[in-house]
Protein backbone atom coordinates (compact mmCIF):
# COMPACT_ATOMS: atom_id res chain seq x y z
CA UNK A 1 0.00 0.00 0.00
CA UNK A 2 1.15 3.52 -0.84
CA UNK A 3 2.00 5.96 2.02
CA UNK A 4 4.13 7.76 4.36
CA UNK A 5 6.25 5.77 7.06
CA UNK A 6 7.99 8.20 9.88
CA UNK A 7 10.78 6.57 11.75
CA UNK A 8 11.17 6.20 14.81
CA UNK A 9 7.67 6.40 16.53
CA UNK A 10 9.58 7.50 19.76
CA UNK A 11 12.87 9.30 19.89
CA UNK A 12 14.78 10.85 23.00
CA UNK A 13 17.61 13.19 22.64
CA UNK A 14 20.09 14.11 25.10
CA UNK A 15 21.32 17.67 25.74
CA UNK A 16 23.60 18.92 22.60
CA UNK A 17 22.72 16.24 20.52
CA UNK A 18 21.44 16.33 16.77
CA UNK A 19 19.04 13.76 15.91
CA UNK A 20 17.14 13.20 12.72
CA UNK A 21 13.76 11.92 12.16
CA UNK A 22 13.09 10.37 9.23
CA UNK A 23 10.28 10.40 6.46
CA UNK A 24 9.85 7.93 3.53
CA UNK A 25 6.73 8.25 0.93
CA UNK A 26 5.78 5.73 -2.03
CA UNK A 27 3.08 7.80 -3.26
CA UNK A 28 5.45 9.36 -5.66
CA UNK A 29 4.48 12.63 -4.63
CA UNK A 30 6.26 15.89 -5.46
CA UNK A 31 6.02 18.14 -2.70
CA UNK A 32 6.79 17.01 1.17
CA UNK A 33 6.62 18.94 4.83
CA UNK A 34 6.99 18.76 8.24
CA UNK A 35 4.94 19.96 10.66
CA UNK A 36 5.54 20.51 14.58
CA UNK A 37 2.68 19.51 17.43
CA UNK A 38 2.53 21.12 20.85
CA UNK A 39 0.13 19.73 23.84
CA UNK A 40 -3.57 21.35 22.28
CA UNK A 41 -2.06 22.79 19.01
CA UNK A 42 -2.60 22.99 15.65
CA UNK A 43 0.43 21.67 13.07
CA UNK A 44 3.16 24.84 12.84
CA UNK A 45 4.84 24.81 9.35
CA UNK A 46 9.20 23.80 9.96
CA UNK A 47 10.15 23.68 5.94
CA UNK A 48 8.81 22.38 2.81
CA UNK A 49 10.06 21.25 -0.52
CA UNK A 50 8.37 21.11 -3.75
CA UNK A 51 11.24 19.22 -5.52
CA UNK A 52 14.07 17.71 -5.58
CA UNK A 53 17.13 19.48 -4.14
CA UNK A 54 14.79 22.73 -3.29
CA UNK A 55 13.08 23.28 0.25
CA UNK A 56 12.01 26.40 2.02
CA UNK A 57 11.77 27.26 5.35
CA UNK A 58 8.48 27.44 7.27
CA UNK A 59 7.01 29.46 9.89
CA UNK A 60 9.31 27.97 12.64
CA UNK A 61 12.62 26.53 10.97
CA UNK A 62 15.29 27.92 13.38
CA UNK A 63 16.92 25.11 14.89
CA UNK A 64 15.98 22.87 12.13
CA UNK A 65 17.29 21.54 9.22
CA UNK A 66 16.45 19.63 5.92
CA UNK A 67 17.42 17.51 3.02
CA UNK A 68 15.76 16.54 0.26
CA UNK A 69 17.93 14.13 -1.94
CA UNK A 70 15.65 11.96 -3.40
CA UNK A 71 12.09 12.40 -4.07
CA UNK A 72 10.67 10.01 -1.70
CA UNK A 73 12.67 10.85 1.25
CA UNK A 74 12.76 14.29 3.57
CA UNK A 75 15.10 13.90 6.84
CA UNK A 76 14.17 16.43 8.97
CA UNK A 77 17.28 17.02 11.57
CA UNK A 78 16.44 18.44 14.77
CA UNK A 79 20.05 20.29 16.12
CA UNK A 80 21.64 21.50 19.19
CA UNK A 81 20.13 24.86 18.67
CA UNK A 82 16.70 24.15 19.26
CA UNK A 83 16.39 24.23 22.95
CA UNK A 84 12.24 23.58 23.15
CA UNK A 85 12.36 20.16 21.20
CA UNK A 86 9.84 18.10 22.94
CA UNK A 87 6.94 17.80 20.56
CA UNK A 88 5.18 15.64 18.01
CA UNK A 89 6.66 15.93 14.68
CA UNK A 90 4.35 15.15 11.78
CA UNK A 91 5.60 14.85 8.14
CA UNK A 92 3.27 15.40 5.04
CA UNK A 93 3.37 15.06 1.00
CA UNK A 94 0.88 15.96 -1.83
CA UNK A 95 1.22 15.59 -5.54
CA UNK A 96 2.29 18.68 -6.73
CA UNK A 97 -0.09 21.42 -8.65
CA UNK A 98 -3.42 19.81 -6.93
CA UNK A 99 -6.13 20.55 -5.36
CA UNK A 100 -5.80 17.03 -3.49
CA UNK A 101 -5.35 16.58 0.16
CA UNK A 102 -2.21 16.41 2.03
CA UNK A 103 -1.20 12.91 3.23
CA UNK A 104 0.34 12.48 6.88
CA UNK A 105 2.30 9.70 7.98
CA UNK A 106 1.60 8.85 11.99
CA UNK A 107 4.21 10.94 13.24
CA UNK A 108 7.57 11.19 15.37
CA UNK A 109 7.15 11.85 19.65
CA UNK A 110 10.38 13.61 20.17
CA UNK A 111 11.46 13.97 24.05
CA UNK A 112 14.38 15.18 26.10
CA UNK A 113 16.41 12.99 28.34
CA UNK B 1 -0.48 36.97 8.02
CA UNK B 2 -3.63 34.17 8.01
CA UNK B 3 -5.09 33.00 11.66
CA UNK B 4 -7.14 30.06 12.07
CA UNK B 5 -9.67 29.95 14.70
CA UNK B 6 -11.89 26.61 16.07
CA UNK B 7 -14.58 26.74 18.15
CA UNK B 8 -15.24 25.48 20.58
CA UNK B 9 -11.74 24.18 21.58
CA UNK B 10 -13.73 21.08 22.87
CA UNK B 11 -17.18 19.13 22.74
CA UNK B 12 -18.84 16.57 24.50
CA UNK B 13 -22.45 15.18 23.58
CA UNK B 14 -24.54 11.93 23.93
CA UNK B 15 -24.46 9.61 21.06
CA UNK B 16 -27.34 9.96 18.13
CA UNK B 17 -26.98 13.76 18.00
CA UNK B 18 -26.00 16.28 15.09
CA UNK B 19 -23.43 18.88 15.83
CA UNK B 20 -21.24 21.41 14.06
CA UNK B 21 -17.76 22.33 14.18
CA UNK B 22 -16.97 25.89 13.42
CA UNK B 23 -13.74 27.11 11.52
CA UNK B 24 -13.22 30.69 10.87
CA UNK B 25 -9.90 32.79 9.05
CA UNK B 26 -8.79 35.83 8.56
CA UNK B 27 -7.81 36.59 4.93
CA UNK B 28 -10.11 34.96 2.21
CA UNK B 29 -7.31 34.77 -0.88
CA UNK B 30 -7.38 30.84 0.29
CA UNK B 31 -6.89 27.85 -2.19
CA UNK B 32 -8.96 25.36 -0.46
CA UNK B 33 -10.01 24.16 3.11
CA UNK B 34 -9.37 21.28 4.44
CA UNK B 35 -10.70 19.07 7.94
CA UNK B 36 -8.86 16.29 8.75
CA UNK B 37 -9.46 13.90 12.01
CA UNK B 38 -6.74 13.17 14.56
CA UNK B 39 -6.66 10.09 16.95
CA UNK B 40 -4.43 10.48 19.92
CA UNK B 41 -1.21 10.30 19.20
CA UNK B 42 -2.26 9.20 15.37
CA UNK B 43 -1.17 11.59 12.31
CA UNK B 44 -3.96 13.12 10.36
CA UNK B 45 -6.78 11.97 7.98
CA UNK B 46 -8.59 13.89 5.65
CA UNK B 47 -12.01 14.42 5.81
CA UNK B 48 -12.87 16.75 3.13
CA UNK B 49 -11.09 19.39 0.95
CA UNK B 50 -13.78 21.96 -0.80
CA UNK B 51 -11.63 24.21 -2.99
CA UNK B 52 -12.18 27.93 -2.77
CA UNK B 53 -14.86 28.09 -5.63
CA UNK B 54 -16.92 25.33 -4.20
CA UNK B 55 -19.78 26.27 -1.05
CA UNK B 56 -19.81 22.49 0.36
CA UNK B 57 -18.78 18.98 0.16
CA UNK B 58 -20.21 15.74 1.50
CA UNK B 59 -18.94 12.71 2.59
CA UNK B 60 -21.38 9.89 4.50
CA UNK B 61 -22.54 11.51 7.40
CA UNK B 62 -19.98 14.73 7.04
CA UNK B 63 -20.83 17.73 5.39
CA UNK B 64 -18.62 20.49 5.42
CA UNK B 65 -19.40 23.78 4.04
CA UNK B 66 -17.54 27.04 2.93
CA UNK B 67 -18.58 31.41 3.57
CA UNK B 68 -15.17 32.03 1.61
CA UNK B 69 -16.36 35.87 1.83
CA UNK B 70 -17.44 36.08 5.64
CA UNK B 71 -13.85 33.57 6.52
CA UNK B 72 -16.32 30.91 7.75
CA UNK B 73 -16.49 26.81 7.19
CA UNK B 74 -18.88 24.42 9.54
CA UNK B 75 -18.32 21.04 9.59
CA UNK B 76 -21.76 18.91 10.15
CA UNK B 77 -21.50 15.54 11.85
CA UNK B 78 -24.73 13.93 11.56
CA UNK B 79 -25.91 11.25 13.88
CA UNK B 80 -22.93 11.09 15.87
CA UNK B 81 -21.14 7.98 17.20
CA UNK B 82 -18.93 7.06 19.65
CA UNK B 83 -16.23 6.42 17.17
CA UNK B 84 -16.45 9.58 15.52
CA UNK B 85 -14.46 10.77 19.35
CA UNK B 86 -11.38 12.63 17.86
CA UNK B 87 -9.79 15.82 17.43
CA UNK B 88 -10.87 17.79 14.27
CA UNK B 89 -8.39 20.13 12.43
CA UNK B 90 -9.27 22.84 9.96
CA UNK B 91 -6.39 23.93 7.86
CA UNK B 92 -6.13 26.43 4.77
CA UNK B 93 -3.80 26.11 1.90
CA UNK B 94 -2.68 29.62 0.63
CA UNK B 95 -3.14 30.84 -2.72
CA UNK B 96 0.15 30.22 -4.86
CA UNK B 97 1.53 27.73 -2.83
CA UNK B 98 0.36 24.26 -0.68
CA UNK B 99 1.38 25.23 2.35
CA UNK B 100 -1.22 24.36 5.12
CA UNK B 101 -2.40 27.21 8.01
CA UNK B 102 -3.66 25.06 10.55
CA UNK B 103 -6.52 25.62 13.42
CA UNK B 104 -5.95 24.48 17.19
CA UNK B 105 -8.78 22.07 16.61
CA UNK B 106 -11.98 20.48 18.44
CA UNK B 107 -11.96 17.89 20.76
CA UNK B 108 -14.92 16.21 20.45
CA UNK B 109 -16.40 13.05 22.74
CA UNK B 110 -18.96 11.12 22.22
CA UNK B 111 -20.78 9.02 24.75
CA UNK B 112 -22.46 6.13 24.29
Known amino acids: DGGITQSPKYLFRKEGQNVTLSCEQN?????MYWYRQDPGQGLRLIYYSQIVNDFQKGDIAEGYSVSREKKESFPLTVTSAQKNPTAFYLC????????????FGDGTRLSIL | KQEVTQIPAALSVPEGENLVLNCSFTDSAIYNLQWFRQDPGKGLTSLLL?????REQTSGRLNASLDKSSGRSTLYIAASQPGDSATYLCAVSLVGFQKLVFGTGTRLLVSP
Open chain 1, 27 to 31: LNHDA
Open chain 2, 50 to 54: IQSSQ
Open chain 1, 92 to 103: ASIIGGSNQPQH
